[in-house]
């Protein structure tokens, strides 16, 4: 997110950043992917556009 020192300021929201290569910090986002995996086939995720 390339502005999100300008997003702080306009919302008064706390950004965080998770670390590379950590996904226990990436919680919500790594558990909805395991799900679109586990529900949906392998071609169809690949011809979605993104």
């Avoid at 390339?2 to 558990?31: M, V």
């Amino acid at each position: 997110m390339a502005q999100h020192a300008q997003l702080k300021i306009d919302t008064g929201l706390s950004i965080y950043f998770c670390d590379p290569r950590s996904p226990w910090q990436r919680g919500t986002d790594e558990n909805t992917n395991g799900l679109l995996r586990q529900y949906f086939p392998n071609r169809l995720l690949k011809s979605a556009p993104s």
